[in-house]
């Protein structure tokens, strides 16, 4: 899920993702994958719906306390 929202928020912002399979050498670190419950699901769609590209708690809000 983290990688769907991450690309969806990029391309909302104007970025365009491409794809490099093949043409480049790629590693992948083998974990366990942690399963997504179902709220993960409808966090993202309520971010959807909701057009909410940023993080309520991002880095903006760390920048002001600083």
Known sequence: MEETDLLWRLNKQ???NKTVLGRCAMF???H???KQ???AG???EHKKKQNLT???NGID???ETE
Request: net charge positive.
């Open 14 to 16: 104007g970025y365009r």
């Open 28 to 30: 992948h670190l083998y």
């Open 32 to 34: 366990i994958e942690k």
């Open 37 to 39: 419950g179902p709220q």
């Open 42 to 44: 409808q966090m993202f």
């Open 54 to 56: 940023r993080c309520l």
């Open 61 to 63: 809000q760390i920048r």
